[in-house]
């Protein structure tokens, strides 16, 4: 049946995979179907017709036992550019799927899986909500990330995005709020305006004091992380991708390009071009070139009485609290507990070995506020805790952009806290200016830090 999605206006038939005279299929949203010569001709517009034919799939292939098969013959194109993504978390799943779905020949690598409990991307839940302040580039990201994940959950038979709304309470200072109401409305993304009163009513078990005004985003709401992860993985497999699970070090840079990537079986790996989304480890990859630091973040779940269902999502929003820095939660989840965190960035940490045991102090600190936000939680237990770290650039922004000395090098990451919703339309985007001539984003560039990638641009308010 052709019906229309009631979200993107798009027809099932344009949500189909396209499928070419060659057997190629693409879902690339930005650009009619392609054959993977067109691909081919956008990724190196002055390559010469010898230099494109020499353009090959990959020349060595380390031993792996969850190689996909390989599509049938008659799919299979020599020309079309092979591109390695490292780091199968938000940002390099999303973008190898795109590039997948685009025509391209992908190698996704990552060394512990797709939303690992120490990735950026694990864990249960992350919030998905649009107010940005006045950062326009993320609002048509939220709303093209809202629309693919809708799309996506539903071709996979997966709930992935829970659609509870979110309460987002201004502070004192609502500069960011304010800058936000006419973004949101520019952009289509529904929300309503409540006074402390309003809110109070429609939500008589929250204590709205010294709040001056509330948000409520209606698209907004939260999204399964791990499984999402492994969802965008098992998909890119099912469309012809190849995973492996492997550590990788980029080889040297000679004459402009990388010449290829160590896996640590021995073995190496060359192709067209190399993605390195690698979370909170692109740093020490790639030091001078671009700068994440890796915060300790904890997120506790405190147990609800017996027989609650009022702290439960049917019941209570995904929320944020704007006042006193920035301090979010997410009720309900399969009972999993009132999911509850502070935003402010911890001391910094290694990913890999960092301890993952919740601190004293910082379960203390989160229940007084508890008490003080939901007076019924006043002491609710402690019934699990996650322990996390943020990748954060600089200035709080994402970053998608080529090494500055190798051409076929490009670096994704620097969510800072904020980038698990966007990695539908995020990888979209990086899939889109690796494959086309595109020109980068300055506000995802590296450009903005100038020959410092440390230096300090003015960090963005509110993270998540
Ligand atoms: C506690 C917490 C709460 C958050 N809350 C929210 C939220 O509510 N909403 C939101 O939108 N965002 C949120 N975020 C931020 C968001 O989760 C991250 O910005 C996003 O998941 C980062 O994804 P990534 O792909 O860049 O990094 P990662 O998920 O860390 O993925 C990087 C991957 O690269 C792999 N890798 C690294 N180096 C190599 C190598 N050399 N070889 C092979 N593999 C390698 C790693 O194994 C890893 O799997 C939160 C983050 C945390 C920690």
């Given at each position: 049946?052709?019906?229309?999605?009631?979200?993107?206006?798009?027809?099932?038939?344009?949500?189909?995979?396209?499928?070419?005279?060659?057997?190629?299929?693409?879902?690339?949203?930005?650009?009619?179907?392609?054959?993977?010569?067109?691909?081919?001709?956008?990724?190196?517009?002055?390559?010469?017709?010898?230099?494109?034919?020499?353009?090959?799939?990959?020349?060595?292939?380390?031993?792996?036992?969850?190689?996909?098969?390989?599509?049938?013959?008659?799919?299979?194109?020599?020309?079309?550019?092979?591109?390695?993504?490292?780091?199968?978390?938000?940002?390099?799943?999303?973008?190898?799927?795109?590039?997948?779905?685009?025509?391209?020949?992908?190698?996704?690598?990552?060394?512990?899986?797709?939303?690992?409990?120490?990735?950026?991307?694990?864990?249960?839940?992350?919030?998905?909500?649009?107010?940005?302040?006045?950062?326009?580039?993320?609002?048509?990201?939220?709303?093209?990330?809202?629309?693919?994940?809708?799309?996506?959950?539903?071709?996979?038979?997966?709930?992935?995005?829970?659609?509870?709304?979110?309460?987002?309470?201004?502070?004192?200072?609502?500069?960011?709020?304010?800058?936000?109401?006419?973004?949101?409305?520019?952009?289509?993304?529904?929300?309503?305006?409540?006074?402390?009163?309003?809110?109070?009513?429609?939500?008589?078990?929250?204590?709205?004091?010294?709040?001056?005004?509330?948000?409520?985003?209606?698209?907004?709401?939260?999204?399964?992380?791990?499984?999402?992860?492994?969802?965008?993985?098992?998909?890119?497999?099912?469309?012809?991708?190849?995973?492996?699970?492997?550590?990788?070090?980029?080889?040297?840079?000679?004459?402009?390009?990388?010449?290829?990537?160590?896996?640590?079986?021995?073995?190496?790996?060359?192709?067209?071009?190399?993605?390195?989304?690698?979370?909170?480890?692109?740093?020490?990859?790639?030091?001078?070139?671009?700068?994440?630091?890796?915060?300790?973040?904890?997120?506790?779940?405190?147990?609800?009485?017996?027989?609650?269902?009022?702290?439960?999502?049917?019941?209570?929003?995904?929320?944020?609290?704007?006042?006193?820095?920035?301090?979010?939660?997410?009720?309900?989840?399969?009972?999993?507990?009132?999911?509850?965190?502070?935003?402010?960035?911890?001391?910094?940490?290694?990913?890999?070995?960092?301890?993952?045991?919740?601190?004293?102090?910082?379960?203390?600190?989160?229940?007084?506020?508890?008490?003080?936000?939901?007076?019924?939680?006043?002491?609710?237990?402690?019934?699990?805790?996650?322990?996390?770290?943020?990748?954060?650039?600089?200035?709080?922004?994402?970053?998608?952009?080529?090494h500055p000395e190798a051409s076929n090098v490009w670096l994704v990451g620097g969510g800072s806290g904020h980038g698990f919703k966007n990695g539908p339309a995020f990888g979209e985007y990086v899939a889109r200016i690796v494959l086309s001539k595109q020109s980068v984003d300055p506000f995802f560039g590296l450009s903005r830090f100038g020959s410092d990638p440390s230096k300090k641009a003015k960090p963005e308010r509110g993270a998540l």
């Amino acid at each position: 049946m052709l019906g229309v999605n009631s979200i993107s206006g798009r027809t099932n038939k344009q949500n189909a995979h396209f499928q070419n005279e060659n057997g190629w299929r693409s879902k690339f949203p930005f650009d009619s179907p392609q054959t993977p010569e067109q691909v081919l001709g956008r990724l190196t517009p002055t390559m010469k017709k010898s230099d494109q034919r020499s353009i090959s799939r990959p020349r060595t292939r380390a031993k792996d036992s969850r190689r996909p098969p390989s599509p049938p013959a008659s799919r299979t194109r020599q020309s079309s550019p092979h591109i390695v993504v490292v780091g199968a978390g938000a940002f390099g799943g999303w973008t190898a799927l795109h590039l997948r779905r685009s025509g391209a020949q992908v190698t996704l690598l990552d060394a512990w899986g797709p939303g690992h409990v120490r990735s950026s991307s694990g864990g249960e839940t992350r919030v998905i909500r649009a107010t940005y302040g006045p950062d326009r580039p993320y609002y048509g990201l939220v709303k093209r990330s809202l629309e693919l994940w809708r799309e996506n959950e539903k071709q996979w038979k997966r709930p992935l995005y829970q659609q509870t709304g979110l309460l987002w309470m201004a502070g004192k200072n609502d500069a960011y709020e304010q800058a936000a109401l006419p973004l949101l409305r520019e952009h289509g993304l529904a929300y309503e305006s409540l006074t402390p009163d309003e809110a109070s009513k429609r939500y008589p078990h929250i204590c709205f004091d010294g709040v001056p005004w509330v948000i409520q985003e209606i698209d907004a709401g939260y999204l399964l992380a791990r499984r999402a992860c492994a969802a965008v993985m098992e998909s890119f497999v099912a469309e012809g991708g190849r995973y492996q699970q492997f550590r990788a070090v980029p080889d040297r840079i000679i004459g402009g390009a990388l010449k290829g990537l160590r896996l640590q079986d021995g073995t190496s790996i060359q192709a067209d071009a190399y993605v390195f989304a690698c979370g909170p480890w692109l740093g020490q990859l790639f030091p001078g070139v671009v700068q994440i630091r890796s915060t300790r973040q904890e997120v506790y779940y405190f147990g609800t009485p017996a027989g609650d269902r009022v702290h439960q999502e049917e019941n209570t929003p995904a929320w944020i609290d704007h006042g006193p820095g920035l301090i979010y939660g997410i009720p309900g989840n399969e009972w999993r507990g009132f999911k509850l965190a502070d935003d402010a960035p911890g001391k910094r940490v290694d990913p890999e070995s960092q301890d993952r045991s919740p601190t004293p102090s910082g379960i203390a600190a989160v229940r007084k506020y508890l008490h003080r936000r939901f007076p019924k939680l006043k002491g609710a237990p402690l019934i699990g805790a996650e322990v996390c770290q943020y990748e954060v650039s600089a200035d709080k922004r994402y970053i998608a952009d080529r090494h500055p000395e190798a051409s076929n090098v490009w670096l994704v990451g620097g969510g800072s806290g904020h980038g698990f919703k966007n990695g539908p339309a995020f990888g979209e985007y990086v899939a889109r200016i690796v494959l086309s001539k595109q020109s980068v984003d300055p506000f995802f560039g590296l450009s903005r830090f100038g020959s410092d990638p440390s230096k300090k641009a003015k960090p963005e308010r509110g993270a998540l």
